[in-house]
């Protein structure tokens, strides 16, 4: 009885508010690591160095979401990766794994663009509903990446010790940069 | 209690034992400079410091890590920011251990004030930003000159030696300018800027007579130091230095001081209180607990240095209550907790400049470029709207990953392409500014709350007035406007209107001054009213300037070890 008429009385907004604070279901997280790769390395592919699935970012993404996202954030996330599922699915008849790489960059690039809100519209979502599923992949995939040791390292330049500061140096025809300052 | 004459016995030995020459409370930037002029002057020296013991390279877990060897890869997990909320915003995943916990160790914002603390043998000497400029007599006579506050009982020519011998001991990199108003120092060679920098210097000093950009003034060696350093230009400082590239009590000054043979390091040593001898108007020791065992220790010595950082100094003096004193030691005038200053910063400027493409830097130097002061200086750069003035610090970079990632759009390997060049050039830049002395900014206890050894905690009431929001004003102003006059575009300005505490410059609540009504401490930072208690940390600052405060705390610091052994010999302490 008490249930029913909270949910009568609060209905629709009642149920947004659930979504992003309930206990979000991270086994779902922790059953798809391997789609997790997949996602990052469709935005990161190993080209003429190391992808982002060689660099171990679905792992890096999975620890970072677990600990470090509000629970609004992680909802959010969890609930993108089921819809990439579907979408997959719906799209192209096949899981997201098995996709071209073209095909997952366009289903990837249609989530990016749907979500797109900037300024001030984009600031108070982010702050009422927290990160979208796409804001925290890219977040989550370049950090993941980049601070890897194929990402720092083969993608970019890492110096360990570098011993000395040059102010000015010629930067050569396709060099990378630094990967930490 | 039990057997009297066994109490007493106990007690003459523990007396004996429990007795130096000079009992030094803190082992943070003037803690350690204060341990090392006191073991090298002879003086049995025992310094207690509340947190636990951190020895030079041994206990510098992080420091040789990379960036894929942490779990979180630097980034603060949510529980961190839920358990930790203000340490959190000064920590990251590779320094964390170098902070209090905020469970721990509470106190009460009465209006909020970020306390950053680091409780260990080095104290905050650790994670410090190591910039360091002289203060000059702009700032000691700003407060007569303004009727603000009281007047420093000291000027530049009384600290300008102190300022040498601190500098070549710490080294301090850095390039002389001839200003008066940012007196030069006994420098290191100066680090390189890059051409953005370069290109900026060249304009700002060309479009605006007068004002002077510099290489930062760092407490990085650029070139070794008594077998410390050099800098490795790695800029992963706040985790400590293996190579002792950059100053602090743990690689420096307690190293010395251990040398000597004459110091004794007590961790785990919560000071309660220092105690007084009424009749003999003298402060005889302090009496601590043992922050593992919760016993109740005292300690003897003909003096007393007070370096506990401001607040926890201010805490200390407030605690140390007698007949003499009912009010807190040294504390007739009221002043002891009041006048709390902390620099108010985080507003400035960026912007992208475009040119310099083929151009590139190696190497992560620790350190940025300076803009002194250049407001009220003289009738010509006179501001009607505001007292005082702020300098900028500045770094020239190419964005990387880091800044353009998630904004950057698509996916695949044009993205991995785009991702990984270096991008355009920016310049940050960004002021750090003078705060008053405000009598009702102020620390005190609340004596209901108390903490894990049964101290009261300490509550903070602090807030900026119109003239910090006035010259905020012109802080952002005047950056974008240099940016502008540089050939800048997209500039940012940017105010993340932090507030007090978060530039960890907390200072003034012990103030010096000549006159014992209005002030706590004397022009050689003894107590006026206890001669052989002194404070030498941030507490004794009567105006804030606006130039990052430590390397005057270790000037100040040096030159009271001296004034106070001069007079034990000669019988006057």
């Known amino acids: ?181 | 209690m039990g057997d009297p004459a066994q109490d007493i016995h106990l007690n003459i030995k523990a007396k004996e034992q429990h007795t130096y020459d000079v009992i030094v409370i803190g082992s943070g930037i003037s803690g350690g400079w204060a341990a090392k002029e006191l073991c090298e002057k002879g003086l049995k020296t025992l310094v207690l410091e509340r947190g636990r013991d951190v020895v030079h390279v041994r206990d510098y877990p992080t420091a040789l890590l990379n960036p894929w060897e942490f779990e979180h890869r630097l980034q603060n997990p949510e529980k961190d920011r839920n358990e930790n909320p203000v340490q959190s915003t000064a920590y990251d995943e590779g320094n964390k251990h170098f902070f209090v916990s905020d469970k721990e160790h509470p106190y009460i914002q009465a209006s909020p004030f970020n306390w950053i603390r680091g409780y260990q043998v080095g104290g905050r000497s650790l994670t410090w930003g190591r910039q360091c400029y002289r203060l000059s007599d702009l700032d000691f006579t700003a407060n007569a000159k303004d009727g603000v506050g009281v007047d420093w009982p000291i000027r530049y020519s009384d600290i300008a030696p102190w300022y040498d011998y601190v500098e070549r001991f710490a080294g301090i990199s850095g390039q002389k300018e001839g200003l008066l108003h940012l007196p030069d120092g006994e420098f290191l060679p100066a680090m390189e800027m890059n051409s953005l920098e370069r290109h900026f210097k060249d304009t700002v000093m060309k479009k605006y007579p007068g004002r002077c950009v510099t290489m930062g003034r760092t407490a990085n060696l650029s070139a070794g130091v008594g077998g410390r350093g050099p800098c490795q230009y790695r800029n992963l400082c706040s985790r400590g230095c293996p190579f002792g590239g950059y100053f602090s009590s743990n690689s420096a000054t307690l190293p010395a001081a251990m040398a000597t043979g004459n110091l004794t390091l007590r961790p785990f040593s919560i000071v309660t209180e220092i105690l007084y001898d009424q009749e003999k108007k003298r402060a005889t020791g302090v009496r601590i607990i043992d922050a593992t065992t919760h016993q109740t220790v005292e300690y003897y010595a003909k003096i007393v240095f007070l370096n506990a950082s401001t607040i926890g100094s201010a805490a200390i003096l407030l605690r140390s209550k007698s007949g003499a004193f009912p009010n807190g030691m040294g504390n007739s005038s009221g002043q002891v907790g009041h006048n709390l200053m902390d620099h108010h910063f985080r507003v400035g400027a960026e912007g992208i400049y475009k040119g310099l493409d083929d151009e590139y830097y190696s190497g992560r130097r620790p350190n940025g470029i300076y803009v002194p002061r250049f407001r009220n200086l003289d009738a010509a750069t006179n501001r009607k709207d505001y007292l005082r003035g702020f300098g900028y610090q500045g770094i020239g970079y190419r964005k990387i990953w880091m800044d353009t990632g998630e904004s950057m759009q698509g996916s695949g390997a044009k993205f991995k392409d785009q991702l990984t060049k270096p991008g355009p050039w920016s310049l940050w830049l960004s002021a750090w500014g003078e705060t008053l002395p405000y009598y009702d900014n102020f620390i005190e206890l609340e004596e209901g709350q108390k903490d894990q050894w049964g101290l009261s905690l300490v509550k903070v009431h602090f807030s900026w007035r119109d003239n910090e929001k006035a010259m905020r004003k012109d802080m952002q102003a005047s950056a974008v406007e240099m940016l502008s006059q540089s050939g800048f575009e997209n500039i940012d300005p940017f105010d993340f209107h932090p507030v007090g505490g978060d530039c960890v410059h907390e200072m003034g609540t012990a103030r010096m001054g000549n006159d014992p009504a209005h002030s706590v401490l004397n022009r050689w930072n003894q107590l006026h009213e206890v001669k052989n208690v002194f404070l030498t940390d941030g507490s004794c600052m009567t105006s804030s300037a606006c130039q990052n405060p430590s390397l005057t705390y270790m000037a100040l610091t040096a030159r009271a070890c001296d004034f106070a052994v001069t007079a034990l010999k000669k019988g006057d302490l």
């Open chain 1, 1 to 181: 009885m008490g249930l029913l008429i909270g949910g009568a009385l609060v209905g629709g907004a009642g149920w947004e508010w659930w979504r992003l604070h309930r206990q979000p279901p991270m086994e779902v997280l922790q059953g798809n690591l391997a789609l997790l790769d997949d996602l990052a390395e469709t935005i990161i592919p190993a080209t003429d160095t190391p992808g982002a699935k060689a660099a171990g970012v679905g792992a890096a993404i999975f620890t970072l979401v677990r600990d470090c996202a509000d629970k609004k954030t992680q909802n959010n996330f969890i609930e993108g990766l089921q819809d990439v599922i579907q979408k997959s699915k719906q799209l192209y008849g096949k899981p997201f794994g098995e996709c071209s790489q073209a095909q997952r960059e366009q289903l990837l690039d249609s989530i990016e663009s749907a979500g797109q809100a900037g300024g001030l519209v984009g600031k108070v979502r982010k702050r009422l509903t927290g990160d979208s599923f796409y804001t925290t992949l890219k977040k989550y995939t370049v950090l993941g990446y980049c601070t890897s040791k194929p990402g720092a390292t083969e993608a970019m330049r890492y110096d360990y010790i570098p011993g000395k500061y040059v102010g000015s140096l010629p930067l050569q025809p396709g060099q990378r940069s630094w990967s930490t300052r």
